[in-house]
């Protein structure tokens, strides 16, 4: 018989971004009352990573920004607070060993970079969980390697090629159950082949939003991120799971958002909009 689910959420880190680029269009009078900025503009955002046992696998979602960028970098993205990649899988009970997937929604800087450190004393580099195999999507790994003007300052080559080098590399290339209970999506819109998880639990189903909806206040369709490469797919997908999670009753799991960590969803004269919010602990 299969072993029950068993779910983790922590918190890597905080770092800041420009709030203006987190919101596109949105004039800064609207979403500075629903995410409020600092005297600089930034505004704080988590990085949750989502550890699920299921089938015999211990599946790590995303690693965040890792530690092989110099100090300027790291000052630039304002890190706080979190209770950091190892030591969080730490008290949670596991090690570096224990975990036998990595699943990288996508290869933007915070999401990958921590699955590949460097050898200490040396300029080489090796995984931080040496025996996972590493799920991306084929879309998402081909664009990456290729790179672009847009994206280059997120897809950083020391995160990426040594995936490719040293690990075991699993290109999924359309939507499936991955494992057991935990089905992928696959989006365009912000960057393409973005991995999003839909994890079967405990007769509730999870979507963890990752950077197609980083926040509560990305719920509205328009409220996209100036990132995203193209908007018009990003509303279409948005569209697509809010109209199946409103009608099924999922729940929304948040990598980004600072304050909330979940949240179920209600139709209003606006169109779908966030119902309850609250902490993951109350659902595992
Ligand atoms: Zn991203």
Redo the contacts with the bound molecule.
Sequence with gaps: MLKKMKLSLFNITNFKVDGGAMFGVIPKAIWSRAYPPDENNLINLSLRSLVVETGGHVILIDTGWGDKQDEKFFRHVNLNGGEGLIEGLKKRGYYPEDITDIFLT?M?A??CGGSVKRMSGSDKFELTFPKATCYISETQWNWAVKNNLREAD?FLKENILPLGELGDLKLVNDEQELFPGFRVMICHG??PG?MIPIIKYKGKTLVYTG?LMPTVAHIPLLWNMS?DIESLKTIEEKQKILNEALNNGYIFVFQHDEHIECCNLEMTPKGIRVSEKFRFSEIV
């Design positions: 996508h933007h915070d999401h997120s912000h960057t973005l950077d990132y």
